[in-house]
T-cell receptor, first 114, second 115 residues
Framework: GAVVSQHPSWVICKSGTSVKIECRSL??????MFWYRQFPKQSLMLMAT?????????EQGVEKDKFLINHASLTLSTLTVTSAHPEDSSFYIC??????????FGPGTRLTVL | AQSVAQPEDQVNVAEGNPLTVKCTYS??????LFWYVQYPNRGLQFLLK??????LVKGSYGFEAEFNKSQTSFHLKKPSALVSDSALYFC?????????????FGSGTRLSIRP
């Protein structure tokens, strides 16, 4: 069964609104989670590292005020896309590292901004 | 910084033939390498990883990968392709020495298996 879940799986919103995406680690605690975005037919680009109990670490070029990350607990990280615009439309995927040097990925959230 | 390169955007193979999806890496220190597969509108599924040990790594769905230090390559292989193997394949490398380090993906290779 799935070990990482994301909610919602897809969302359509109007331009200017904010959208929250949840990533949950189902079977284990995660002090670190990663957020990626993927444009159609492209690779996954790391956006930020979500750290439980501290601020997220953003990759170069990612606006931290635009993409708010909150690692609320050891099993939940949220990504909020604030004042969304059509160019924010993308597939957002979270990832959780686990002890055996592997990484589990969530099923992804497709965001469409009209 | 660590990086991986996938030189082929697309690989086409006939069903039943062997397949190879290429990946080269650039790392400082010991490489931690991965292969993932993605089906349309889905998340990533883990295929295999190389941390240390045998250069030939066996993974899920009959896939294997060969770690070649001299050629800095980690090519994904399967002896006999299935139509259901058609998907997007990503090579990835861990960027950092911690198990909580981020992983960086290659550009992806679309594998198409024709019946």
């Amino acid at each position: 069964g799935a070990v990482v879940s994301q909610h919602p799986s897809w969302v359509i919103c109007k331009s200017g609104t904010s959208v929250k995406i949840e990533c949950r680690s189902l079977d284990f605690q995660a002090t670190t989670m990663f957020w990626y975005r993927q444009f159609p037919k492209q690779s996954l680009m790391l956006m930020a590292t979500s750290n439980e109990g501290s601020k997220a670490t953003y990759e170069q070029g990612v606006e931290k005020d635009k993409f708010l990350i909150n690692h609320a607990s050891l099993t939940l990280s949220t990504l909020t896309v604030t004042s969304a615009h059509p160019e924010d439309s993308s597939f957002y995927i979270c990832s959780v590292p686990i002890r055996d040097q592997s990484y589990y990925f969530g099923p992804g959230t497709r965001l469409t901004v009209l | 910084a660590q990086s991986v390169a996938q030189p082929e955007d697309q690989v086409n193979v006939a069903e039943g033939n062997p397949l190879t999806v290429k990946c080269t890496y650039s790392v400082s220190g010991n490489p931690y390498l991965f292969w993932y597969v993605q089906y349309p509108n889905r998340g990533l599924q883990f295929l295999l990883k190389y941390i240390t040990g045998d250069n030939l790594v066996k993974g899920s769905y009959g896939f294997e990968a060969e770690f070649n230090k001299s050629q800095t390559s980690f090519h994904l292989k399967k002896p006999s392709a299935l139509v259901s193997d058609s998907a997007l394949y990503f090579c990835a490398v861990r960027d950092g020495g911690s198990s909580a380090s981020k992983i960086i993906f290659g550009s992806g290779t679309r594998l198409s298996i024709r019946p």
